[in-house]
């Protein structure tokens, strides 16, 4: 094939994998297989770069558009839709389409949902997009190709064949939930602008002087209809779409034929149901005429057609007053600002409480006491005040402040800024929560941590539902969950709600809950972070709760899936005296867990030295540090007691790193964190390999290569280079940047200077000899 053929053919391919991820939400080859393509295109690009054309997947994100946004007058207006807000408004225009028709014949009308996002025209000329508008006043818009190029779901170039040369499509950018709150979150983070909706966010993007912006951001363009179309399409609306499916832009996927009106209000209804779970925001449901003849026998009033029309669903954000802001004791401590509303109506229910997150939400936020505010509930997330009214403020408002006592437990709250693990000793500062220090003192944590301990997929204790635990706990029959387990008939019976059968009932449930697998205990420990799965990961992993109670963070993250914050969070939750406490009455009190006496087969997998090193957080030095580090010791403790001579012989280790590796070395409680891992590898039976050279001892010096130069006067240089030989060395006559180490006596001239120049590390001949008495 020519380059040519061959980069025709992985733009073919390329294009209708994207079509097959982005369009039909379906893909046919995994993420790494359609980045492999895609780097095989980008680098026969870049060998013939005059074969790059604009149409190339690898040509979605250009250069910034000078000048902003150019006008756009669209040929064919963008219109505007008629609202329609109950069944009999629906009635009524349904009636008055057969009026205009004149027929009293059951209509067909094509339903779809009314995405919350952008109207955007995209025109395509032989099959290429060639300029993309937004709707502006529905006359003019503006030119906002370069951004709607890195928005994946919108093809550069049609797929198949058949289209109109001439093309416009319609529809709307929008983006769904979840890379909204991806990107909230990440912007919340690092204190970036936080987006109100959806919506919003998908205004901004697309607004975006710099198109490298809006690639970064998760859009996507869903197709609803044509502006210039210089061919003849199909009579039919929903064949039409269907059409524009196949050559490669999405459609709705809940898009719909239905006959008579009764069949589009059952339509509404249906999909009102299913709103909350929908993946995007939807404002009501477009209802069309199918017929294009019957559109334009009907044609227009003023901006909107006669032929359709968009029924609203409740608005998603209303404004309320905030009335006061409690503060409530999650399960960890966590006291988090709960915003007292004026109840009002929002996403389709009465709203009269909402998230306001932590403090810093409110300092972002600006929130005072006595603030209009604006109050999003959509999907199913609980409702957000998301935007303060500061123009409706008339002084009155009052600041937020933090409580220095729990208003649970009145024991102090303390202020824990959060951090973000990076690899290493890496750490980002991520905000601050607030947190009650009472413990399981507070009866708000205890409550909640008795809650989840008896949930099913935790203890699974029948018969104690959260009403009962809180007598329990408010009647102080209950300190700890340990003291489930010294319950009476008589304690539960002075309990509301229960008689004699189901008093014992619940007491015998408690009793059948002594004898338990590891992993549902460990999931009802209520580990910050750790569910069901983690939970299993770590039972399965580690066999017994003594290994999980004792596992060091480097354990943990051998374990599948377990990453840096969580690691911390079950060493943190482990160290805690309380809890150690609690785990410890649990057990005197006759919990059988179901243990193994092994870790297991994965775990076990080999150790080395090298893979302790790594993780050992030592500056400069990365995986192949580790490696060269490693093969050049026995033992831990060979490798904890070296000194700069002996690290000056560790082949291709650089300045940076011995001095990093000695710097570590002075520090006590590094080496004493590494013996400790090591101890952990022996104690836990981990196959721990710390032999030296695992390329063979006999060989250490396999693959390097060593230059004499100069007089050696302990030993006469074919001595030496019998001596290097035996380790495994090519001893080299000349230097040259493969040389690994140059052994220079005195009168060594330039093969000496061309190796300081080039960086190799130079051994004197006492070093030498002290190095070749070491292998000894
Ligand atoms: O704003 C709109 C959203 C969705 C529309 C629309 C639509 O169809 C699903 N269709 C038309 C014809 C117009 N606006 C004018």
């Not at 912007?187 to 998908?202: E, I, L, Y």
């Not at 009052?398 to 973000?420: F, M, N, S, T, Y």
């Not at 004699?500 to 420990?525: H, P």
């Amino acid at each position: 094939m020519t380059p040519e053929q061959q980069i025709s053919a992985l733009r073919e391919q390329l294009q209708q994998h994207a079509y097959r991820y982005y369009v039909l939400d379906d893909p046919t080859v995994t993420d790494a297989e359609y980045d492999r393509l895609y780097r095989d295109l980008e680098a026969l690009e870049q060998q013939h770069p005059e074969l790059i054309s604009e149409d190339s997947p690898t040509q979605r994100v250009g250069a910034k558009p000078s000048g902003g946004f150019a006008e756009v007058v669209h040929e064919v207006p963008m219109l505007s839709l008629s609202n329609q807000f109950s069944p009999e408004d629906v009635a009524a225009f349904y009636r008055r389409a057969q009026d205009g028709l004149e027929t009293r014949d059951e209509l067909t009308v094509t339903a779809e949902p009314k995405l919350d996002g952008l109207a955007v025209s995209i025109l395509y000329e032989k099959g290429v997009l060639v300029r993309a508008a937004t709707r502006g006043d529905g006359a003019t818009g503006e030119d906002i190709t370069a951004n709607v190029r890195t928005i994946q779901s919108v093809p550069l170039k049609l797929l198949g064949s058949g289209w109109p040369e001439r093309l416009e499509v319609r529809g709307e950018v929008y983006m769904p939930r979840a890379g909204f709150e991806a990107l909230n979150e990440h912007a919340r983070a690092t204190g970036q602008k936080v987006f109100v909706n959806p919506r919003n966010a998908a205004a901004g993007s697309l607004r975006q002087l710099d198109p490298q912006i809006t690639a970064s951001r998760p859009l996507t363009f869903c197709c609803y209809g044509t502006g210039v179309v210089s061919d003849d399409l199909p009579d039919s609306y929903f064949e039409t779409l269907n059409l524009i499916n196949s050559w490669g832009l999405k459609i709705s996927s809940e898009i719909a034929q239905v006959t008579g009106v009764e069949a589009c209000n059952d339509y509404i209804a249906r999909l009102g149901a299913k709103r909350d779970s929908l993946p995007f925001d939807i404002d009501g449901v477009v209802l069309k005429l199918d017929s294009r003849e019957a559109q334009e026998q009907l044609g227009f009033r003023a901006r909107d057609p006669r032929w359709a029309t968009a029924y609203k669903y409740p608005a998603q954000e209303e404004i309320t007053q905030l009335r006061d802001v409690d503060f409530q004791v999650g399960r960890t401590g966590a006291v988090t600002p709960v915003a007292r509303l004026e109840p009002v109506f929002v996403g389709g229910v009465t709203v009269s409480n909402a998230t306001l997150h932590n403090m810093d939400e409110i300092a972002r936020l600006d929130a005072r006491i006595g603030d209009w505010v604006v109050i999003r509930r959509a999907g199913d997330v609980i409702p957000q005040v998301v935007k303060v009214v500061t123009d409706r403020r008339d002084g009155s408002e009052l600041p937020v402040h933090a409580p220095e006592q729990c208003p649970v437990c009145g024991a102090d709250v303390e202020r824990v800024e959060l951090v973000k693990r990076g690899k290493g000793v890496e750490q980002r500062q991520q905000g601050s929560i607030y947190r009650c220090v009472g413990r399981l003192g507070c009866s708000a944590q205890l409550k909640q941590a008795l809650i989840h301990f008896v949930s099913r997929k935790a203890m699974d204790i029948d018969g104690l539902g959260d009403k009962a635990v809180e007598q329990l706990v408010d009647r102080e029959l209950i300190k700890s969950p340990a003291d489930l387990f010294k319950l009476t008939v008589e304690q539960v019976l002075s309990l509301e709600g229960y008689a004699e059968l189901s008093a014992q009932n619940l007491i015998d449930a408690i009793a059948g809950a002594k004898s338990i697998s590891l992993a549902r205990f460990v999931y009802a420990m209520g580990i910050p972070e750790v569910g069901e799965e983690t939970a299993r990961t770590l039972a399965n992993s580690l066999g017994t709760l003594d290994r999980i109670r004792r596992a060091q963070v480097r354990t943990l993250l051998r374990l599948p899936d377990i990453g840096l914050e969580v690691a911390h969070e079950i060493t943190h939750f482990m160290s805690d005296v309380h809890n150690q406490n609690v785990l410890d009455q649990l057990l005197e009190l006759g919990i059988e867990l179901e243990e193994s006496d092994s870790i297991s087969a994965k775990l076990q997998a080999s150790v080395s030295l090298a893979d302790l090193l790594e993780g050992a957080n030592i500056s400069a030095v990365a995986a192949t540090g580790a490696k060269n580090l490693a093969s050049h010791f026995v033992t831990l403790d060979e490798f904890l007691s070296a000194d700069g001579a002996q690290l000056s012989m560790v082949p291709k280790l650089s300045s940076r790193a011995i001095e990093a590796v000695l710097q570590v070395l002075q520090d006590a409680e590094w080496v004493a964190e590494q013996k400790a891992f090591e101890a952990q590898l022996i104690d836990f039976g981990m196959h721990w390999t710390s032999e030296k050279h695992s390329n063979g001892a006999e060989d250490p010096l396999e693959g390097q290569t060593w230059v004499l130069t100069g007089t050696l006067e302990s030993m006469g240089r074919s001595d030496a280079k019998n001596r290097l030989q035996a380790l495994g060395a090519k001893v080299a006559g000349s230097v040259s940047a493969n040389t690994d180490v140059v052994v220079a006596g005195p009168g060594a001239g330039s093969k000496l200077a061309k190796a300081e120049q080039l960086g190799i590390r130079v051994l004197d001949e006492a070093q030498f000899l002290q190095f070749l008495n070491e292998q000894e």
